[in-house]
Protein backbone atom coordinates (compact mmCIF):
# COMPACT_ATOMS: atom_id res chain seq x y z
CA UNK A 1 0.00 0.00 0.00
CA UNK A 2 1.60 3.42 -1.06
CA UNK A 3 0.79 6.70 0.25
CA UNK A 4 -1.83 7.85 -1.85
CA UNK A 5 -4.01 4.58 -1.01
CA UNK A 6 -3.41 4.83 2.78
CA UNK A 7 -5.25 8.71 2.00
CA UNK A 8 -7.67 7.16 0.55
CA UNK A 9 -8.80 4.81 2.46
CA UNK A 10 -8.57 7.03 5.46
CA UNK A 11 -10.35 9.63 3.82
CA UNK A 12 -10.87 13.31 5.09
CA UNK A 13 -9.89 12.34 8.57
CA UNK A 14 -6.58 11.56 7.31
CA UNK A 15 -6.64 14.48 5.55
CA UNK A 16 -7.37 16.61 8.28
CA UNK A 17 -4.66 14.83 10.70
CA UNK A 18 -2.04 15.36 7.71
CA UNK A 19 -3.17 18.87 7.76
CA UNK A 20 -2.43 19.23 11.55
CA UNK A 21 0.69 17.35 10.85
CA UNK A 22 2.44 19.95 9.00
CA UNK A 23 1.32 22.93 11.41
CA UNK A 24 2.07 21.44 14.31
CA UNK A 25 5.79 20.75 13.13
CA UNK A 26 5.90 23.85 11.20
CA UNK A 27 5.13 25.29 14.42
CA UNK A 28 7.72 23.41 16.45
CA UNK A 29 10.35 24.17 14.16
CA UNK A 30 9.54 27.80 14.84
CA UNK A 31 9.46 27.89 18.03
CA UNK A 32 12.99 25.77 18.13
CA UNK A 33 14.62 28.23 16.30
CA UNK A 34 13.27 31.33 18.56
CA UNK A 35 14.48 29.66 21.15
CA UNK A 36 17.94 28.91 19.68
CA UNK A 37 18.09 32.65 18.62
CA UNK A 38 17.19 34.06 22.50
CA UNK A 39 19.87 31.66 23.47
CA UNK A 40 22.33 33.42 21.44
CA UNK A 41 21.60 36.44 22.73
CA UNK A 42 21.03 35.80 25.84
CA UNK A 43 23.60 38.24 27.70
CA UNK A 44 21.59 41.26 25.28
CA UNK A 45 18.08 40.30 26.26
CA UNK A 46 19.70 40.15 29.90
CA UNK A 47 20.35 43.52 29.36
CA UNK A 48 17.00 44.51 28.13
CA UNK A 49 15.37 43.00 31.16
CA UNK A 50 17.57 45.13 33.11
CA UNK A 51 16.96 48.56 32.10
CA UNK A 52 13.36 47.71 32.43
CA UNK A 53 14.05 46.40 36.68
CA UNK A 54 13.77 49.38 39.47
CA UNK A 55 16.77 50.19 41.33
CA UNK A 56 17.47 47.33 44.10
CA UNK A 57 15.24 44.73 42.69
CA UNK A 58 14.25 42.02 45.07
CA UNK A 59 13.80 38.50 43.27
CA UNK A 60 10.61 38.59 42.57
CA UNK A 61 10.62 41.79 40.33
CA UNK A 62 13.23 39.70 38.94
CA UNK A 63 11.28 37.00 38.39
CA UNK A 64 8.08 38.96 36.86
CA UNK A 65 10.28 40.21 34.88
CA UNK A 66 11.70 37.24 33.12
CA UNK A 67 8.70 35.76 33.24
CA UNK A 68 7.03 38.08 30.78
CA UNK A 69 9.95 37.71 28.75
CA UNK A 70 9.34 34.10 28.88
CA UNK A 71 5.56 34.40 28.34
CA UNK A 72 6.30 35.70 24.85
CA UNK A 73 8.25 33.21 23.57
CA UNK A 74 5.59 30.59 24.98
CA UNK A 75 3.05 31.61 21.87
CA UNK A 76 1.95 28.68 19.73
CA UNK A 77 3.27 26.21 21.85
CA UNK A 78 -0.70 25.67 23.19
CA UNK A 79 -0.91 24.81 19.14
CA UNK A 80 1.19 21.90 19.40
CA UNK A 81 -0.36 20.80 22.75
CA UNK A 82 -3.74 21.07 21.25
CA UNK A 83 -2.68 18.84 18.45
CA UNK A 84 -1.05 16.36 20.38
CA UNK A 85 -4.48 15.83 22.28
CA UNK A 86 -6.57 15.83 19.23
CA UNK A 87 -5.28 13.60 16.62
CA UNK A 88 -5.96 10.48 18.87
CA UNK A 89 -9.57 11.85 19.26
CA UNK A 90 -9.36 11.80 15.59
CA UNK A 91 -8.20 9.20 14.73
CA UNK A 92 -10.67 7.04 17.18
CA UNK A 93 -13.32 9.17 15.34
CA UNK A 94 -12.11 7.43 12.34
CA UNK A 95 -12.26 4.19 14.28
CA UNK A 96 -15.57 4.72 14.81
CA UNK A 97 -17.02 5.81 11.56
CA UNK A 98 -15.19 2.73 10.04
CA UNK A 99 -16.02 0.29 12.52
CA UNK A 100 -19.93 1.67 11.75
CA UNK A 101 -19.42 2.18 7.98
CA UNK A 102 -18.46 -1.73 7.88
CA UNK A 103 -22.08 -3.00 10.08
CA UNK A 104 -23.72 -0.63 7.69
CA UNK A 105 -22.46 -2.87 4.96
CA UNK A 106 -22.81 -6.09 6.30
CA UNK A 107 -26.48 -5.21 7.35
CA UNK A 108 -26.92 -4.42 3.19
CA UNK A 109 -25.26 -6.73 2.13
CA UNK A 110 -24.29 -9.43 4.56
CA UNK A 111 -21.54 -11.79 5.82
CA UNK A 112 -21.17 -13.23 1.84
CA UNK A 113 -18.93 -11.11 0.59
CA UNK A 114 -15.55 -9.81 3.19
CA UNK A 115 -14.68 -7.09 1.01
CA UNK A 116 -17.91 -5.16 1.73
CA UNK A 117 -16.77 -4.59 5.21
CA UNK A 118 -13.26 -4.83 4.75
CA UNK A 119 -13.28 -1.03 3.57
CA UNK A 120 -14.58 0.44 6.99
CA UNK A 121 -12.28 -2.07 8.88
CA UNK A 122 -9.44 -0.71 7.02
CA UNK A 123 -10.68 3.11 7.16
CA UNK A 124 -11.15 2.45 11.22
CA UNK A 125 -7.51 0.95 11.35
CA UNK A 126 -5.54 3.44 9.12
CA UNK A 127 -7.53 6.67 11.13
CA UNK A 128 -6.40 5.06 14.07
CA UNK A 129 -2.43 4.90 12.64
CA UNK A 130 -2.59 8.39 11.49
CA UNK A 131 -4.20 9.81 14.55
CA UNK A 132 -1.23 7.90 16.89
CA UNK A 133 1.68 8.99 13.75
CA UNK A 134 0.52 12.94 14.53
CA UNK A 135 0.58 12.77 18.45
CA UNK A 136 3.35 10.87 18.46
CA UNK A 137 5.97 13.81 17.49
CA UNK A 138 3.62 16.63 18.83
CA UNK A 139 3.77 15.28 22.21
CA UNK A 140 7.74 14.58 22.41
CA UNK A 141 8.31 18.00 20.43
CA UNK A 142 5.52 19.99 23.28
CA UNK A 143 7.69 18.31 26.16
CA UNK A 144 11.25 18.81 24.88
CA UNK A 145 10.21 22.91 24.08
CA UNK A 146 8.60 23.07 27.24
CA UNK A 147 11.45 21.80 29.24
CA UNK A 148 14.12 23.69 27.14
CA UNK A 149 12.03 26.84 27.96
CA UNK A 150 11.68 25.78 31.77
CA UNK A 151 15.97 26.06 31.79
CA UNK A 152 16.30 28.60 29.63
CA UNK A 153 14.01 30.78 32.06
CA UNK A 154 15.73 29.76 35.26
CA UNK A 155 19.08 30.56 33.89
CA UNK A 156 18.18 33.64 32.75
CA UNK A 157 16.32 34.72 36.02
CA UNK A 158 19.73 33.62 37.74
CA UNK A 159 22.08 35.57 35.57
CA UNK A 160 20.09 38.51 35.81
CA UNK A 161 19.73 38.28 40.16
CA UNK A 162 23.58 38.07 40.02
CA UNK A 163 23.96 40.77 37.98
CA UNK A 164 21.63 42.76 39.84
CA UNK A 165 23.48 41.47 43.38
CA UNK A 166 26.82 42.54 41.80
CA UNK A 167 25.01 46.13 41.52
CA UNK A 168 23.72 46.61 44.51
CA UNK A 169 27.18 45.43 46.57
Known amino acids: MNIYQFIDQGGVIVLILIAMLGFGLIIMLWKFLILLSFMMKKKDRCKDCIEVLPQHSDISMIELVVHEKMHSLERGLESVKIIATISPLLGLLGTVIGIY ?16 FADGISMAMITTIAGLIVAIPHYIGYNYLVSMMDKLELSFTQEIYTYVKLQDA
Open 101 to 116: SAFVSISTHGLGDPSF
